[in-house]
């Protein structure tokens, strides 16, 4: 072997075992990262439960035993009260005749408890509505009902200890509103922290969205607050910063929208809420029961319930209360980015070296200074966040300006990572058509390093997503046809590659990763048995998921070199586009850290196995038969 393959080699695969230690500390990680919880929706259940003529402490003892480990608990606002009926307006008998100083003067007839409650939380937050309580019966305070109508007012305790007295957690749903100052924030998360310990936002918006999330992020630290991030479907503005800013406990949840629900009944959203454990990494299911369409009864909710325990239980899951992630959560730190580096430094220079033909002492040079570069890459993006943050921190303290920080250090991009990630995924194929095992080799390093430059924190929180710019299949498959000897077969299927990329940028598409996940719809099961069993063989021998074609890469890597000695060199080339085909969709799952990793290697590892051996097996034939 020439000195200038043995170094890359050598730098490839000494890089990929400082990659491995953080994938085993992933996978360590994830086997004990196997609880989930089950919360039900409080208006769904309390619904319910008037439609069924249960008395709701009966509902809440039913849910549990069923398998629901928490209920939710809206925030008080006079607007609910009222959608409620819980409070009316009603003019008192004697109204005050001095006229307020803010608005005018609002009466609202309600429960004197509930006043009472309501009269000390506007006054402590509002003191300018003059809030007071006339004759135990009348709410009257200033202002108007659409500007403090929409205001938090805390928390129902009684209903709160009700919930756990049925052995169900509660899990707070604070409501967002117009200018909710520090002060306020921290008021109702601790009024919260009071009521339970994981809270789920209301609504479209966090509190504090978009000029105190940093209030925000302070409050549910000092409360010790676990967040509830729903970063699935993405639903709620100013999440994304909360998680960027390292809430002190974020849980992965997930909440089907009425429009999810339409084109399922709950066997089938049962089917998708397994899927969403094991292959999204959801632990936290936010469930509301079907009401309209395919709903029978109120109280087949119930059995929504029971089936979804048993679906996540058969996925491998603890269906518990207790369902926050282990700590700390596995993430590379610099020095283990760094190590990547060098990994895909090595396979990259034996890329670009044996698909130019570059002459020994320029590929030496090349694999030396890729090597230096990819390994610096993490720890210069590290110098200068701090720099950034430094920068940052005097400008406040000089200016007192706290509420104009720059956004890039508040948020630091990740840029290192997506770069070396890109570098894995772009060039490993082409290196894996090295001779043999030495570019299986090269293409098993590029997958340790793209695996673990991906499995940082806000990789695993989908703060971060891998960025491929499409470029992951572009280049392996444009040097792949670059081996076409017809000249006019290469222009062609150049142009297509083109055209194909262009569009797919045009429309924002990530053309790979629309076909690396597995079927998340219960592709028909819940209709009859034989569109269940068209549904599983569609996902047998379809395209998806993309992994389950990483044996291709050795398998027609072997046909092509068959093909090659047999004096074939058009059909060898097809075959090798084939090859870098296969080898380019089996590294597609390994950029997905949401997915356990023994989940993504089950299919891509046998796959891999199996092509490999049989690769192998050809081309020995073929040496057997050149040597007779």
Partial sequence: MKLSRLLSLT???????????????????????????????????????????????????????????????????????????????????????????????????????????????????LPQTETAVLN??????????????????????????????????????????????????????????????IIAFAGEMILG??????????????NDLTFVYFAESRHQKGDWFIAKRRAPHILLGHRFTPADMVPLDYHAACHNWAHLARARGIRFCYVNFFRVLHAAAPLEGLDYVHHLKHALEDAGLAVTADAAPPTPIPAPDTAELSAAGVAIAGVGATAVAQHFNLPESLTISLTLAAAAGAAALPYAEQSVEQSTVNNQQSTINHSHDHHHADLAALYPPSYAPKLLALGAAALGPVAAQGDGLVGLLHYLAATAALTAVASGLEYQLRIEEYRGFNLEWLVPLATAVGQLPDKRARALSWTALAAGWLAARQKGADVLAQIDPGYAEGHTHHISAAMALLGDVQMAIGP???????????????????????????????????????????????????????????????????GTAVGILLTWMSDEETRE
């Avoid at 730098?11 to 990659?19: C, H, K, L, M, S």
């Avoid at 009257?140 to 169900?168: K, S």
């Avoid at 969205?209 to 000092?222: G, I, K, S």
């Avoid at 060898?572 to 997905?592: C, D, E, P």
Wanted: with cysteine; hydrophobic share 45%; charged share 15%.
């Fill in 136 to 197: 135990h019966a009348t709410l009257a305070f200033a202002g108007d009902i659409p500007t403090i109508g929409q205001i938090g007012l805390g928390f129902d305790v009684e209903l709160a200890a009700l919930i756990r007295g049925q052995g169900l957690g509660v899990v707070p749903r604070p409501v967002s509103y117009a200018w909710p100052d520090p002060a306020l924030l921290a008021r109702t998360l601790a009024q919260a922290a009071q009521a339970g310990q």
């Fill in 544 to 610: 998806k998921p993309a992994r389950k074609w990483a044996g291709l890469g050795p398998l027609a890597g072997g046909v092509a070199a068959v093909l090659a000695g047999n004096g074939r060199p058009q059909a060898a080339a097809i075959a090798h586009i084939l090859s870098t085909l296969g080898y380019t969709l089996g590294m597609v799952g390994f950029r997905r850290p949401e997915r356990a990793l023994a989940e993504t290697w089950r299919l891509a590892g046998r796959s891999l196995g199996v």
């Fill in 209 to 222: 969205h978009e000029m105190h999330l940093n209030a925000t992020v302070q409050a549910l630290a000092d």
């Fill in 11 to 125: 730098t490839a695969v000494a890089g990929a075992t400082a990659a491995a230690r953080v994938l085993v500390r992933r996978h360590q990680w994830e086997q004990s990262n196997n609880r989930a919880a089950i919360c039900v929706d409080f208006d769904d259940a309390q619904a319910a439960a008037i439609r069924a003529g249960l008395p709701l402490a009966d509902m809440l003892a039913r849910l549990g035993e069923t398998g629901a480990t928490h209920l939710s608990l809206p925030e008080w606002t006079l607007n609910r009260l009222l959608a409620q009926g819980r409070l009316t307006p009603q003019a008192p008998t004697r109204p005050f005749n001095q006229p307020p100083s803010i608005g005018h003067w609002n009466y609202l007839h309600g429960d004197a408890g509930l006043l009472s409650r309501l009269a000390a939380e506007l006054n402590a937050r």
